[in-house]
């Protein structure tokens, strides 16, 4: 008799696209499918994993872990397979018989085609497939020009402006994990008009292989029907999707740089004002954390992605936990120590 594989779903975008709020969407709306979570944040603060924790996932009826959710917090997890993600797979094997469907939120710096390869082997291919890779795009991003379809015409645009000193790995990132997904969810599309949409679409579908579904989204809102039960059996194809890493023997993101700081802060908007300050000194990619307020009970989650952010309460303070300030940062050629002087600086010199 065949024994049942346990489809797994993985998740992947650039940073900031939605991927969390998509899975807090279809948790919240599994109409009874056992699901178990893996999450890989990339950096010191497992700020995804506290985002799923606030919505219940990971927690029976009293708060105490039920062992769904599996934060792997130690690196990007397309470079970290066989020492995080093997581990993690052969326990979830070990309880197939309660777990329905699996779903893996990457890093926003993984590259989906390794970690769909990892499904390859034995110890992994006997117990999972791959159901489908859903890619989340930052709709407003996209249309922003943060993203580059053609690496031509990138590089002519770097030579023709001095203020453009180098190429950007995020574009062939970004790239990477269109040329891998099955599914494209376009998210954030609330206040893009028609011809927007189809700009960004067209971007989008230049870098996908025909036939995939491209389906709009705000907040992350698809049908979980829509995202699960593909059956596409992906690691039986990603050997022939091609991406721009094929060539390499391993690859790594030596190019990005996580740092968390910690801060006092005493007004949410002088820190969001600051942030975006910081974002224009220094090659800072992403922003994410939570802030302490002075009066505040709620925690305030601060994100962002070059120069948008975010910024909303999400939970209580816990009566034993420690209301501390701490942002991770996501770049290039970061310094934790340099960038806490100087935000804290420019944090305490607004408020005088």
Known sequence: ???????ATIVTGFLGAGKTTLLRHILANANGR???????????LGIDGELLRACGVGCDETGADNGQLFELANGCLCCTVQEEFAP????????RGEIDHLVIETSGLALPKPLVQAFQWPQIRNAFTVDAVVTVVDAPAVLAGQFAEDPVAVDAQRRADDNL???????????????????VVLNKIEGLDGAAIAQVEAIVRAETPAGVQLVHSTEGRVAPEVLLGQGRAVEDLIDARHTHHDAEEDHDHDAFDSVA??????DRQRLLAALAALTQRHEIYRVKGFVALPGAAMRLLVQGVGQRFDSHFDRPWGAAEARATRLVLIGDHLD?????????????????
């Open 1 to 7: 008799m065949q024994i049942r594989k346990i489809p």
């Open 34 to 44: 056992r699901i178990a979570v893996i999450v890989n944040e990339f950096g010191a």
């Open 88 to 95: 993690v797979m052969e326990q979830l094997a070990a309880r």
């Open 165 to 183: 000193d180098h190429e950007s790995p995020l574009a062939e990132l970004f790239e990477d994990q269109l040329a891998t997904a099955d599914l």
């Open 261 to 266: 700081v910690d801060l006092q802060v005493a």
């Open 336 to 352: 934790a120590a340099a960038l806490q002087a100087e935000l804290q600086a420019q944090l305490d010199a607004v408020a005088a």
